[in-house]
């Protein structure tokens, strides 16, 4: 690899088979990685057990090697990085910038944003649940390559926000940080669903003393009622359609213009001659077919 590599990467939750909205994040962040002369990474989020379904991260990783998207390092569970999250919440709360909460979500006003209640002890007759990051008010504000400016700041979105949740897992604010900081990863190519969660990211990464990587967050597909296209919402797994036209159709979703009745080998040629990010849409969704 050049000294200082591109990386980027893909990371899915094993909830469910690859789909549509997904494959689309797949493909943009693999041609931006690659087109850069970069590398491309698989992360398999899969700390949220509730959530998960069984075989779905085994058929994530078949189906991308299937539409012929290979990682250049071995997939990353983040199931086994369970010590680290550990170790970046202790670091935080030994300088003061975590603190435990005794909150639940319906102690939240209507806002949803956190007042604070416990940044100075827990109340009389609690006891601790969660932990929370202490947030500041300071810039969070960056530049995302699709999106254009984004000035969120986390103080008024959402005050400050668990990194443990009370039933002891990591949030996910917390571990897609502590991770793209170990996989050095320089760009995150991801739906624009996650635009809001960047600030909080941002705000982890200063407190952590980690680099902050380049955003670029994609139009996400919708369906007419302007809801996520995912694995909940008529969304057909990728494993069910022509791998050569699924990967099309994700192209030409984001603004390129690839010739129809190519091979699957011949398209992937053509993408990564061709890859073009300033022909993706400039919004934050799509319905499929209206590009």
């Excluded at 962040?29 to 779905?56: F, H, M, N, Q, T």
């Excluded at 435990?100 to 944003?113: E, F, I, Y």
């Excluded at 192209?251 to 990010?277: K, V, Y």
Aim: overall charge neutral.
């Amino acid at each position: 690899m050049a000294p200082n590599p591109v990386i980027g990467r893909f990371a899915p939750s094993p909830t469910g088979d690859l789909h549509f909205g997904s494959l689309v994040a797949a493909v943009g962040s693999y041609l931006e990685a690659k087109c850069a002369g970069g590398w491309w990474l698989l992360r398999i989020e899969d700390i949220d057990p509730p959530r998960e379904v069984p075989g779905s991260a085994d058929r994530i990783i078949r189906d991308l090697e299937h539409l012929g998207m290979f990682p250049d390092e071995p997939v990353l569970y983040q199931s086994s990085r369970i010590h680290s999250y550990e170790d970046a919440v202790k670091r935080l709360m030994e300088r003061g910038l975590a603190y435990p909460c005794a909150c639940s979500r319906k102690d939240l006003p209507a806002s949803g944003v956190y007042p604070g209640t416990c940044r100075n002890g827990i109340p009389a007759g609690k006891i601790a649940r969660s932990i929370r990051l202490a947030v500041d008010n300071g810039d969070y504000a960056f530049t995302d390559r699709v999106q254009g400016l984004v000035e969120d700041l986390p103080a008024s979105l959402t005050g400050d926000f668990v990194i443990r949740r009370a039933d002891g897992l990591y949030a996910y604010q917390l571990a897609v940080v502590v991770d793209d900081e170990f996989q050095r990863v320089t760009q995150v190519v991801r739906g624009a669903d996650l635009l809001e969660s960047t600030s909080r990211q941002i705000c982890l990464q200063k407190a952590l003393g980690y680099k902050t990587p380049a955003y670029m967050h994609l139009p996400v597909a919708t369906t007419e009622e302007g809801k996520k296209l995912g694995k909940r919402f008529q969304a057909d797994p990728i494993n069910q359609q022509n791998p050569a036209y699924a990967v099309y159709q994700a192209l030409t979703f984001l603004g390129q213009r690839p010739p129809s009745g190519l091979s699957l080998a011949s398209l992937w040629e053509w993408a990564l001659q061709h890859w073009d990010s300033s022909l993706i849409p400039r919004c934050s969704s799509i319905l499929p077919g209206k590009v």
